[in-house]
């Protein structure tokens, strides 16, 4: 177990902001997690991945946590169903590439998606028409409140869009341990979200792709027009792509007739965050060391030395702007802290 004081926490965050901690505890086996536990309770403190998901404003007066447990096992079955089981500290993109070299194409939409397994499952992270709750079959994490290991099943966590339980009245009460996903071989992923079919069609690849078909077609277009953070501090996607009732949808369209949207199942419509930030003439432009990025506006980075605070004042102005034009509020996808 790691156990550090003064802790700089620059290189567990990539947004690349020049914060510390008071102190930093990294637990590497379920038994230490028990011990780390009966540290935290009637403490202030902070539950961690690989801060790919996180604005940090300020030097953290509190315990900062991280999991390093980096297992990965898979059983499989004789019909081609599969339980993959992996540390929270495993890296996302790792897990993909992995499940991919075993023939299972059923996380290759969500590859090059920045972070790790146990923020997975508490983020509900999705892109190109798949979310991670489709696959998670169960969680094992270790309750602050009482040091028991408990085993927290899908349907408990009440996935939504980028959110569950672990965000609202079970945030900072687990340490999460480990993260099992539900894989079959027979998986048919989907290929009409955003631009991923014309991606396989000019690679030359028509019909079902393989999954490592696949992979590649979405880390291509991922890699086109979203920034590297270890070369561009940001943290991805920095809002979520607003829903709006199907009445607000058709008032917008009616001005903005060429409006992108996705129709959900209950009838509203999912509006690209990064169409309405581009039509406020945000793609590109700065505030000091903070700027919108030039290819993908959802994107907000740090152009050097940034300070979360900075990050912040543009994230407000983006959001006034989007607010004022299309009466939508913007919300962060990223915690800021």
């Known amino acids: ?33 028990i011990s780390v536990a009966a540290l935290l309770r009637n403490s202030t403190y902070m539950l961690i ?11 953290y007066e509190g315990t900062v946590v991280h999991s390093a447990i980096d ?44 972070g790790e397994a146990g923020a997975s499952a508490v983020q509900n992270i999705g892109a190109y028409g798949a979310e991670v709750c489709q696959f998670v079959h169960d969680i094992t994490a270790i309750d602050i409140t009482t ?35 539900a894989l079959d071989r027979h998986c048919k992923p989907s290929l009409d979200y955003g631009n991923l079919r014309t991606e396989l069609e000019r690679q ?63 009838g509203s419509e999912k509006i690209p965050a990064a169409w309405l930030i581009d039509q406020c003439g ?4 700065t505030m000091g060391p903070a700027g919108v990025n030039q290819k993908q506006p959802l994107v907000l980075v740090n152009l050097g030395g940034a300070s979360g605070q900075d990050i912040v004042s543009l994230c407000r102005a983006v959001q006034r702007d989007v607010q004022q034009r299309f009466g939508i509020m913007l919300k962060p996808e990223v915690n800021i802290v």
């Open 49 to 59: 991945g690989a801060g790919s998901n996180l604005l940090l404003t300020a030097d």
């Open 71 to 114: 297992s990965i096992s898979l059983t499989e079955q004789p019909d081609g169903q599969a339980l993959l089981r992996c540390g929270s500290g495993v890296t996302w993109d790792d897990i993909v590439a992995w499940t991919v070299e075993q023939g299972f194409s059923d996380l290759a939409n969500l590859s090059l998606i920045p």
């Open 282 to 285: 945000w793609k590109g432009r």
């Open 147 to 181: 040091g028991q290991r408990v085993v927290i099943n899908n349907e408990e966590c009440q996935y939504g869009y980028r959110d569950s339980r672990f965000k609202h009245e079970w945030k900072d009460r687990f340490l999460i341990t480990h993260v099992s996903y």
């Open 204 to 266: 030359g690849i028509s019909g079902s792709p393989t999954p490592q078909q696949l992979r590649q077609a979405v880390i291509s277009i991922r890699r086109a027009k979203l920034p590297d953070p270890s070369e561009l501090g940001n943290a991805g996607s920095f809002f979520m792509n607003p829903v709006v009732s199907s009445e607000l949808y058709k008032e917008l369209s009616t001005a903005y007739p060429d409006m992108p949207h996705y129709t959900l199942s209950d």
């Open 1 to 33: 177990m790691t156990d550090r004081y003064n802790y700089s926490l620059l290189n567990h965050n990539t947004f690349g902001i020049a914060v510390t901690c008071r102190r930093f505890i990294e637990y590497a086996t379920i038994d230490e997690a």
